[in-house]
Each structure stands twice: as C-alpha cells, then as structure tokens.
C-alpha cells in the first residue's frame, strides 16, 4: 500500500472520535443526502440481492442505517481505527479493513455498493480501476450510489486540501462518464447545496451495472 493510500490510512486513523461524533446523526440533517440513501436501498430490496457494501464506512454510522432499512450491509475501510470503532459502536453487524481496489468479496455477490464520499480521494486516474473493482463484486443489475463533492464551474477533476487527506472535486458529467466507461449506467442523480466552507455541491450518483 503506498501513495495517496497511506495518507489517507493515517489521517483518518487520527481523527476517528472527532469524525465519529460529527456524523452521529447518520445523515439525519441532511435530508437530501439522507433520502438518496433511502431510495438506495428499497431498490436493492426490490431486486431481492440485498447484501450491500458501505465502502469506506469509517465509523460505521450509514452501514448501521442500511441495516434499519431492510439490507444485510456490512462495512469496509482502510483505516483500522475507524474499523476498530465501527465494531464496538454495531456490534451486530461485520466490519473488515480493506481496500477499495481489493474488495474482500467474491465476483457479483452483492446487490448494492455505497460510496459516500469514500472515493473523493482517489486520484482521477485510478478511479476507473477502482469502478472496476465494484463492478467486479456487483451482481448483474446491481446499485452502486456514490456521493462526492462537485465543483460545476470545472470542466475536470480538481484537487483540494481535505481536513484529512487531499481530494478531488468533480464536474457532475465527467464522474458520469467514468461511470459509464467502467460499466455503470446512471439512473439517477441529485446535485444540492452548497454546503460546505469551499461552497461545492454535494453530488449523488445511483448507478446500475450494465447487463450486457
């Protein structure tokens, strides 16, 4: 593991009670993001594969909500830290450390991929492995929402200092077409805001494998 990886691993390993207290409302007070959730899972429940991944979970906050909305989710993440919470705070549901890149999960077992904010990391360049990598673990048909910050004023990915490691903002069509480049089809999408202190919007992208 090297590169953007490592900074990432460390800077969530020491942030984990200051994240965790941050998002203890599971989205509660974001309503938009909260109901893009929502719609997430009652598709997966109505293709009958509910097994889901929270990619990314950090302190396990939204793996806990997938499971009060009828899916069988487990978390992944990077950090041992947020791992290591995640498993006190759930204690009923299954936390792993993991790569992204390298899911511990066999080819198309889920039915659902959520990634919010979990890629905003990724350099541009790697994120069509990475898309990869979920169409890989997704069932045919299968969901993938991924959230991310936007910035519709570019035309390509930007990068910008993160609190905790450095990321990238998007333009809303081009995460569209890396999507459809790794796969995935677009069935819907939700841009809101701005929100945060560099005034982006948050972006929602619910996406299906392409059954070919």
């Not at 409302?25 to 993001?33: C, G, I, N, Q, V």
Request: charged letters at 20%; proline letters at 6%; aromatic letters at 8%.
């Amino acid at each position: 593991m090297g590169g953007y990886r490592d900074g990432a691993r460390a800077g969530y390993d020491g942030v984990v009670e200051l994240y965790a207290s941050m998002f203890a409302d599971r989205l509660e007070t974001r309503p938009f993001a909260r109901a893009m959730v929502g719609v997430f899972a009652g598709m997966v429940r109505e293709a009958g594969n509910l097994r889901v991944a929270d990619v990314g979970c950090g302190p396990g906050h939204l793996t806990g909500l997938l499971g009060e909305l009828g899916v069988e989710a487990f978390g992944v993440d990077l950090s041992p830290g947020m791992v290591e919470h995640a498993r006190r705070a759930h204690p009923g549901l299954r936390f792993v450390e993991g790569r992204m890149e390298a899911l511990p999960v066999e080819d198309g077992a889920l039915g659902g991929v959520l990634a919010h904010y979990s890629m905003i990391h990724t350099p541009p360049g790697e994120l069509p492995g990475l898309l990869a990598e979920q169409v890989r673990v997704l069932a045919p048909g299968g969901l993938l929402l991924v959230s991310f910050y936007v910035d519709e004023g570019a035309a390509e990915p930007v990068r910008y200092e993160h609190k905790v490691a450095p990321a990238y903002s998007w333009p809303v069509e081009r995460f569209v077409e890396v999507l459809a480049g790794a796969g995935f089809e677009v069935v819907a999408r939700m841009v809101h805001g701005p929100v945060s202190e560099r005034g982006f919007l948050e972006g929602h992208l619910l996406a299906r494998v392409v059954v070919r």
